[in-house]
């Protein structure tokens, strides 16, 4: 039964403000074009007191629900019955302390954490989200469920479609811009996978439009229910520290489904009397990829309470398509253009006294390499929290005494050619993966040691080394 009573859907746009059943599968107000919230009724919802009862969700784990960090949290995202939720376990993540990662980027010890997503079931953030979104999906009866992709979002997809058995899945993919660990994922699933000549934007536009004359569900971060999901990682963050807030939190931004959840997750808290104080929120690009840092920080594009103005915004997204400028990035889970949730993010970014930037990519890969000798590997998307974080601290932007918690949205082995390539000896590999991104250097690459195959010189080699 769908909780219409606590639960609704709200255009985001405060001139407009209207509201929808939660039953209606939208990817947009009907009446302004705009996106949408899922918003409650909080009074009738009866959320908690404090934050600190979540704790004892940890002694009831032999329950499906509790045992989820989404949804042990069910209580801040009630659009659903416990007997309604889809769930594989998702959110059994880790936040750890990083020390030699806080050195390289310039914090104090103790100071740096990284919340390390990659422990989920598809080994990224999205199963988060997508766990919210088969659940919305199973309240409304959908047979079918369809994204566009990079990567993650299709794993995760195909992952819930063929553990849960309730839909079938279709993923839309561009032209050689899927890396292989992920590209695998959704082929082992079983997903049905649809590669169009053109990249993430164009795979976005088709999608939208298949999914609307075929009545197809659409999980892209355009759901509003997968941002509801993806709140979670925030309470978790929380949760980690002990209910206190950090000073910063920072966030790769692609299709800014997460920062953008990350704000509404701490406007509800604020909301409720459950925080105090929101951290600062820092969003960061891959610099070819940097559609936020460009209108924020360049042509001055803000919230300012929903009346945002579009004219900066057409004027971009125009030079682009004239220009035939496409996204291009190492980091292929940011590599996008057009973020669908951009005005969500604007508002978070107003919300948490944000900031945006741009990393390049051979800052991205050094990051990401300091990060895997620390012991958290992740792929290259990951590695942009930390590289923005550098780049923050060299700026004073972020003090050397803040707490600051970076975000690791997706695991090492969803892009190894990457991580090889960047250690590697093959100049010629090396040059052909990294080297047209503009990577002209492994700067902490720990590179494989060749010796012949005799004992002494084998521990020659490793007495050298080691």
Same mark, same amino acid.
């Given at each position: 039964?769908?909780?219409?009573?606590?639960?609704?859907?709200?255009?985001?746009?405060?001139?407009?403000?209207?509201?929808?059943?939660?039953?209606?599968?939208?990817?947009?107000?009907?009446?302004?074009?705009?996106?949408?919230?899922?918003?409650?009724?909080?009074?009738?919802?009866?959320?908690?007191?404090?934050?600190?009862?979540?704790?004892?969700?940890?002694?009831?784990?032999?329950?499906?629900?509790?045992?989820?960090?989404?949804?042990?949290?069910?209580?801040?995202?009630?659009?659903?019955?416990?007997?309604?939720?889809?769930?594989?376990?998702?959110?059994?993540?880790?936040?750890?302390?990083?020390?030699?990662?806080?050195?390289?980027?310039?914090?104090?010890?103790?100071?740096?954490?990284?919340?390390?997503?990659?422990?989920?079931?598809?080994?990224?953030?999205?199963?988060?989200?997508?766990?919210?979104?088969?659940?919305?999906?199973?309240?409304?009866?959908?047979?079918?469920?369809?994204?566009?992709?990079?990567?993650?979002?299709?794993?995760?997809?195909?992952?819930?479609?063929?553990?849960?058995?309730?839909?079938?899945?279709?993923?839309?993919?561009?032209?050689?811009?899927?890396?292989?660990?992920?590209?695998?994922?959704?082929?082992?699933?079983?997903?049905?996978?649809?590669?169009?000549?053109?990249?993430?934007?164009?795979?976005?536009?088709?999608?939208?439009?298949?999914?609307?004359?075929?009545?197809?569900?659409?999980?892209?971060?355009?759901?509003?229910?997968?941002?509801?999901?993806?709140?979670?990682?925030?309470?978790?963050?929380?949760?980690?520290?002990?209910?206190?807030?950090?000073?910063?939190?920072?966030?790769?931004?692609?299709?800014?489904?997460?920062?953008?959840?990350?704000?509404?997750?701490?406007?509800?808290?604020?909301?409720?009397?459950?925080?105090?104080?929101? *951290?600062?929120? $820092?969003?960061?690009? =891959?610099?070819?990829?940097?559609?936020?840092?460009?209108? !924020?920080?360049? %042509? +001055?594009? &803000?919230?300012?309470?929903?009346?945002?103005?579009?004219?900066?915004?057409?004027?971009?997204?125009?030079?682009?398509?004239?220009?035939?400028?496409?996204?291009?990035?190492?980091?292929?889970?940011?590599?996008?253009?057009?973020?669908?949730?951009?005005?969500?993010?604007?508002?978070?970014?107003?919300?948490?006294?944000?900031?945006?930037?741009?990393?390049?990519?051979?800052?991205?890969?050094?990051?990401?390499?300091?990060?895997?000798?620390?012991?958290?590997?992740?792929? *290259?998307?990951? $590695?942009?929290?930390? =590289?923005?974080?550098?780049?923050?601290?060299?700026?004073? !932007?972020?003090? %050397? +005494?803040? &707490?600051?918690?970076?975000?690791?949205?997706?695991?090492?082995?969803?892009?190894?050619?990457?991580?090889?390539?960047?250690?590697?000896?093959?100049?010629?590999?090396?040059?052909?993966?990294?080297?047209?991104?503009?990577?002209?250097?492994?700067?902490?690459?720990?590179?494989?040691?060749?010796?012949?195959?005799?004992?002494?010189?084998?521990?020659?080699?490793?007495?050298?080394?080691?």
């Amino acid at each position: 039964m769908i909780r219409s009573d606590i639960a609704f859907q709200k255009c985001i746009s405060p001139a407009c403000g209207a509201t929808y059943e939660v039953g209606e599968a939208l990817v947009a107000c009907p009446r302004c074009g705009d996106l949408l919230d899922v918003a409650y009724d909080w009074n009738r919802a009866r959320p908690p007191s404090s934050l600190e009862g979540f704790q004892q969700m940890w002694s009831q784990r032999h329950d499906p629900l509790r045992l989820s960090g989404v949804w042990r949290f069910l209580e801040l995202l009630p659009f659903a019955k416990p007997s309604e939720v889809v769930t594989v376990g998702e959110g059994q993540t880790l936040l750890q302390q990083a020390d030699l990662v806080a050195a390289y980027v310039g914090l104090q010890p103790g100071r740096l954490f990284l919340q390390y997503e990659g422990m989920n079931p598809s080994g990224s953030f999205k199963d988060n989200g997508m766990t919210a979104a088969f659940t919305h999906a199973r309240q409304i009866g959908a047979t079918r469920a369809a994204c566009a992709s990079t990567g993650n979002t299709s794993a995760s997809l195909a992952m819930y479609c063929s553990v849960t058995r309730l839909m079938k899945g279709v993923i839309f993919i561009g032209s050689g811009k899927i890396s292989y660990g992920k590209l695998s994922q959704a082929l082992d699933f079983g997903a049905l996978t649809v590669q169009i000549a053109g990249d993430f934007d164009d795979a976005m536009a088709r999608v939208k439009e298949v999914s609307r004359d075929l009545g197809i569900y659409l999980v892209n971060s355009v759901n509003p229910f997968r941002l509801e999901g993806q709140k979670t990682i925030m309470y978790r963050v929380l949760e980690a520290l002990r209910w206190e807030v950090p000073d910063w939190i920072v966030v790769p931004g692609g299709n800014l489904g997460n920062s953008s959840a990350f704000g509404k997750a701490f406007a509800e808290l604020v909301e409720l009397g459950l925080i105090r104080t929101a *951290p600062r929120l $820092a969003v960061i690009n =891959a610099a070819g990829a940097d559609t936020l840092s460009e209108l !924020v920080q360049r %042509r +001055g594009v &803000r919230w300012n309470g929903g009346a945002v103005d579009e004219t900066p915004i057409a004027a971009y997204y125009q030079s682009l398509d004239q220009e035939q400028r496409k996204a291009s990035t190492i980091a292929s889970a940011i590599e996008i253009n057009r973020p669908v949730n951009l005005r969500k993010c604007l508002r978070a970014l107003e919300f948490c006294n944000g900031v945006v930037r741009h990393v390049t990519d051979q800052e991205i890969l050094d990051a990401k390499a300091k990060v895997g000798a620390g012991g958290m590997g992740c792929e *290259p998307a990951s $590695a942009a929290s930390v =590289a923005g974080a550098r780049l923050l601290c060299d700026q004073g !932007v972020i003090a %050397r +005494g803040d &707490r600051v918690v970076c975000i690791l949205t997706g695991h090492q082995l969803k892009d190894p050619t990457a991580t090889v390539a960047y250690h590697t000896t093959d100049q010629e590999q090396f040059n052909k993966t990294l080297g047209n991104r503009g990577v002209r250097r492994a700067s902490f690459a720990n590179r494989a040691v060749a010796v012949s195959n005799n004992l002494d010189e084998i521990v020659k080699a490793i007495r050298l080394y080691s």
